[in-house]
């Protein structure tokens, strides 16, 4: 062996120490060294593709992952390809790169993590359960893994595991304050049995504003299931104070927004899609519902919430902002081929999930409803709707995708989120007069839950399958639910979140107030 070759290594395990310390300048430095020596070093450019995923440079990351490939097979190097492509919104090949890494039978805790992660994030939670609980048996005091394991348990539906596991994770960390907000979301809490008195210490020991957006919904959800409903708003209300600008700077953005999609409305292109079944609607309105019920149908797939669709118009559009959706986007949509964009939709979803008919279960979707017409004019679009208070609540009430989720920032204020709504509802309103009915649908979200079976009838009736009686019995469909509903879906059919708004009586009146304001009509 060199002393060159000692040398290089010797400066590559520091720089491994180093990233473990959060020093990454001084650990790029010394790979950086190494690589002025020998330029496809595999253990220097992965070093590198790692320090470029810590700091979000994930197509740089991506680059160096592949050279450190070239140069030697290695699971960590996979996983983090996995990673970056993951962040790229190029699911299908972070989902193959994530399963060649758990192949090789990595036995790295932090290895098994990445790869559970980015199973995750592709929808693949079922398979993410054992990466990660390989992972928290070969590190079971990092909090971390605790809490992503905890988090893919409640997605597949076992919460008691999740609860252990958030347990777990908050008692090795006291500062994991996302893992305690977890738990009172996982079963109804009760006078004798809630974690009040530890959620409100926790929310006084810190002043950064997302732990305190997670930790005042976990108190308004434990108050709300106490009934006191002024509690709860009041804690609703705390959670998102520190988060509040961010709905104020939302409205003109989304108004802008709903004005460019519903220009969007063209002529479609050659006859296919008739797989594709899109369910929309604002969140909390029953999306999550109607996904079970038609993926109970033996002839449906589920293939989760996807952003597939509106990454194609992005890429199409070739717009300039880092937004996904933004009302550039879509004023250069009105003029794009949009028959590439279906095809590769269509191909994209397949080499995922199979052939067959699936759901596309993207709340977001409803905005690109005329596009996804265009693209593939055989694809059924449901569009749920709920009454508007109940609806705004809901929304207001539940954390959508955290704080760093910017399509959902309205959610942050009572006023804002029902100028939201009222958009929407111009939105869906264009749509109806404009889209064929047999192509797109609406359904209230109340009719469905009074009449189940007739509007599952309706339902199965519209996406051209036969009839099945498992499509009621939606609440035994063992497939993974990762949204807010996940607890909720897995229960038999319940009415009592109908109507729920006028148990918070006189203080939802500055609701009510926007809702009116906005030209929409509340019902006693």
Known sequence: MSDAFVTS???????????????HKDAHALCVTVLAESP??????????????????????????????????DPSRHAQLARALSHLHRPNEARDAALR????????????????????RVGLHVAALEPFARAVALAP???????????????????????????RAYALDANAFRALAAIPHLRRQSRTDN??????????????????LHLGHALAKTFEDLEDYAAALRWLGAAKAGVKQKAE???????????????????????????????????????????????????????????????????????????????????????????????AYLESVAQRIGAGRFV????????????????????????????????CLSMYRQLLAGAGAS??????????????????????AHWRAHLPDDRYTEVRYEHLVADLEAHARRLIDFVGVAWDPRCIAFHENAAPVATASSVQVRSPLYTSAIGRWRRYGAALAPLRQALEAHGVAVED
């Open 9 to 23: 290594s010797e400066r590559l395990r520091a720089a491994e120490a180093l990233i473990t310390q959060g020093r």
């Open 40 to 73: 496809e070093n595999g253990q220097a450019l992965y070093l590198l593709g790692l320090i470029a995923n810590e700091h979000a440079a994930y197509a740089k990351a991506a680059d160096l992952l592949a050279r450190a490939l070239k140069a030697g097979d």
């Open 101 to 120: 890494a758990l192949a090789s039978n990595p036995n790295d805790p932090h290895t098994l993590d990445t790869i559970g992660v980015v199973l995750s």
């Open 141 to 167: 005091d990092n909090a971390s893994y605790q809490f992503n394991y905890a988090a893919s348990l409640q997605f597949s539906g076992r919460f008691d595991d999740a609860e252990t596991a958030y347990r």
């Open 195 to 212: 974690l009040a008195a530890e959620l409100e210490n926790a929310f006084a020991r810190t002043q950064d504003a997302t732990h305190r």
């Open 249 to 343: 700077a939302a409205a003109a953005r989304d108004q802008a927004l709903f004005a460019s999609a519903a220009r969007t409305v063209g002529a479609p292109a050659a006859p296919r899609g008739g797989e594709a079944i899109f369910v929309v609607g604002l969140p909390r309105t029953g999306t999550t519902l109607t996904e079970r019920i038609l993926t109970a149908h033996p002839e449906v797939k589920a293939a989760g919430e996807l952003g597939d669709f509106a990454l194609l118009i992005k890429r199409a559009a070739k717009t300039p902002s880092p937004f996904v959706l933004d009302a550039a986007t879509f004023d250069a949509a009105v003029s794009l081929d949009l028959a590439p964009i279906g095809a």
């Open 360 to 391: 596309d279960k993207m709340p977001l979707n409803a905005l690109y409803a005329a596009l996804i017409h265009r693209a593939l004019p055989d694809a059924r679009i449901i569009c749920l709707k709920r009454n508007p208070m109940d609806a």
């Open 407 to 428: 399509s959902y920032d309205y959610t942050f204020d009572l006023e804002t989120t029902a100028a939201y709504y009222a958009g929407f509802e111009k939105l869906t």
